[in-house]
């Protein structure tokens, strides 16, 4: 879905569902530039999609506000189909050149990415310049410790990627991995609350300009999470299976068990949050909730995606 509230002329938001990212296209005026390009199962309908905002415009960039595997999917297709461009912050430049499948999360979260390189990095602090526009690169540490966001101050616009969205935030990984990022994302929240934008165009989900609204929600659940650190390891876990199953569409339950027990983003979920519980019992857990949310389906062993 294409949502265009209060947005300058020169940016169309391509809305994805839950599993991809938002495509944010940008008129260059003689050509078009693209902030993420979603999941790779979903990467020729990326290309088609944005083929259609472009309206007969070259695409000659790609920006990635981080390198999860939902955000950077439809790289390797976009730029074979447009031979863009691709900038990406630098956190995780080297594994990028080196392919590296578990430092990039991708292998840990039995997720797939086309292998991409890159151009060129853009540096927290560096101002970049799309749709007639100057946006700020801003460091967002918290959903993931080298993510950035795009803050433009003329509009109030910002790009927030996985920092903000309308209902909440991006799962904090860093601290799956035994490492610090409640105290990272709030820290982030109270940044964008300073800087006030007047829309938030986020990572997934519609636009939104409520920000106030969503800003107190979003506190609220990081609250919640850092009181109990097993919420933010079964939404992750929850990420996984659902993960799996877009690219399955149909699989059954000792398959999923199969494939994600032994992953190593699973063991840590288990290991360090639910020791007295077994692999497969935290996956039947992930699908009763996936389920319940009514993002998949399950008859007796078989669970098929939903897209809804």
């Known amino acids: 879905m294409t949502t265009a509230l209060a947005l300058p002329s020169t940016i169309t938001v391509i809305e994805r569902g839950w599993v991809s990212s938002n495509n944010i296209v940008f008129n260059d005026g003689d050509c078009v530039s693209v902030v993420d390009t979603g999941y790779g199962t ?3 309908q990326t290309v088609q999609l944005v083929r259609a905002a472009a309206r007969g415009k070259p695409l000659t960039r790609i920006v990635n506000t981080h390198l999860h595997s939902d ?3 439809g790289n390797a297709a976009l730029r074979e189909a447009f031979g863009a461009s691709i900038t990406i912050p630098p956190g995780h430049a080297d594994a990028v050149t080196r392919w590296d499948e578990d430092a990039l999360s991708y292998a840990p979260m039995g997720q797939v990415c086309a292998r991409f390189q890159f151009d060129a990095l853009l540096q927290p602090g560096a101002v970049i310049e799309l749709g007639g526009l100057a946006w700020r690169a801003v460091a967002t540490p918290g959903h993931d410790p080298h993510m950035l966001v795009l803050y433009n ?8 990627s996985d920092a903000l969205w309308e209902s909440g935030f991006g799962a904090i990984f860093p601290e799956l991995e035994g490492g610090s990022g409640f105290a990272e994302q709030r820290r982030v929240l109270e940044w964008i609350e300073h800087e ?3 829309l938030v165009i986020p990572g997934h989900g ?3 300009v409520e920000v106030s609204a969503a ?3 979003a506190m609220r659940r990081l609250e919640a999470l850092a009181a109990s650190p097993e919420r933010n390891a079964r939404h992750v876990a929850k990420v996984m299976v659902k ?3 877009l690219q399955q569409r149909s699989t059954s339950i000792d398959e999923i068990n199969r494939s994600l027990a032994g992953t190593r983003y699973l063991q840590l979920i288990r290991e360090r949050h639910f020791a007295d519980q077994t692999g497969a019992a935290v996956i039947e857990r992930a699908v009763a909730d996936l389920v319940a949310a009514g993002a998949a389906a399950r008859h007796g062993d078989r669970i098929d995606n939903l897209d809804g």
């Open 42 to 44: 979903h990467a020729q």
């Open 153 to 160: 101050d003329a509009e109030r616009i910002l790009i927030s």
């Open 243 to 245: 993960f799996w199953l």
């Open 206 to 208: 519609r636009p939104f």
């Open 196 to 198: 006030r934008p007047r």
């Open 71 to 73: 955000h950077v999917g």
């Open 215 to 217: 800003l107190d929600r």
